[in-house]
């Protein structure tokens, strides 16, 4: 199981509707993980990997309270940072609000390779 | 919650102003670094990316000057004392929303269009001979670039010149 999947089951199993990883289809709500950027830790094999969730609901509220609901689910995953809280970034090209947070999670390099 | 923290420990054996001084040079050469992985459209977005101490810059100010100039190094030498912070900072209405929408995707080559410094040497033979007037305009593609993320994408590599700032740093003031 990737990190990914790992971070996106986390998140189906605290009961977030509509959890897409990567990308999303065209619905008016739902929550996407998607990693971003990984950065290698100086002299040991492993790496700093970063995610972002984003949230797109209809409206602000609804949005500001799902990717609360999201942090709330991945708080206890191990090592896991938040590099900021659930932020708004104004409304979509279609009307629906967006909230989005960052975070990074300390990885091997063997457990990139873990199925 | 939980706050990250790099210890540089070069940068700790210096003078406070010494340190500050590197990482003022480390902001700039993080907005270098930046620069050729964002959005591009007119440039305003990136001449906007500045580095301050202290506190961010005035947002207004600085979207009003990047629409014309670079603004990297517009708060050079307004250091607040006793501050031990530098910031980077894009100062655009939509900054935010570029650099943290992953969706985001440079659109197709755009042709601007733009006056022929000679518009006699614009026009054609065959054109002439038809007798065409008016101003010639040539379409000349404006490139497809940048994409979310570039702070985050730039900083590893500029922090990792730590060590070459605080050279500089030193010099810059007289320090051995």
Redesign the interface.
């Known amino acids: 199981m990737t990190l990914l999947e790992k971070l996106h089951a986390r998140l189906v199993d605290a009961g977030i509707p509509h959890c897409y990883m990567l990308?999303s289809p065209d619905i008016p709500s739902c929550v996407t993980v998607?990693p971003?950027?990984s950065?290698p830790m100086a002299d040991i094999p492993m790496s700093r990997e970063?995610f972002?969730v984003?949230v797109r609901a209809p409206t602000y509220h609804e949005a500001l309270s799902t990717a609360w609901a999201a942090v709330k689910a991945l708080e206890y995953f191990p090592l896991l940072?938040?590099r900021q809280?659930p932020?708004y970034?104004?409304p979509n090209e279609d009307g629906s609000a967006?909230c989005?947070f960052?975070l990074?999670v300390p990885a091997s390099w063997d457990s990139h390779n873990e199925r | 919650?939980?706050?990250?923290v790099d210890w540089h420990e070069n940068i700790a054996k210096v003078p406070p102003e010494v340190a500050m001084e590197a990482l003022w040079l480390t902001g700039q050469n993080l907005i270098t670094e930046a620069t050729n992985n964002i959005p591009l459209d007119t440039g305003t977005l990136r001449r906007s990316g500045t580095v301050t101490v202290g506190a961010l810059p005035p947002f207004a100010e600085v979207y009003e000057g990047a629409q014309s100039e670079d603004q990297a190094k517009r708060y050079e030498g307004e250091k607040q004392p006793g501050s031990r912070v530098v910031y980077v900072s894009y100062n655009t209405p939509y900054a935010?929303?570029l650099h943290?929408?992953?969706?985001w995707r440079p659109r197709d080559w755009k042709y601007s269009r733009r006056k022929r410094r000679s518009v006699k040497g614009g026009y054609t033979r065959k054109s002439r001979a038809a007798g065409f007037e008016g101003t010639y305009v040539r379409k000349i593609p404006k490139p497809a670039v940048g994409g979310?993320?570039w702070i985050?994408?730039a900083a590893?590599r500029a922090f990792s010149r730590m060590d070459e700032m605080v050279r500089r740093a030193k010099a810059k003031m007289g320090v051995v």
């Open positions: 990308s998607a971003y950027n950065v970063s972002q984003a940072s938040f809280t932020t970034l104004g967006v989005v960052n990074d | 919650m939980s706050i990250r935010r929303r943290e929408n992953l969706n979310p993320k985050e994408r590893p």
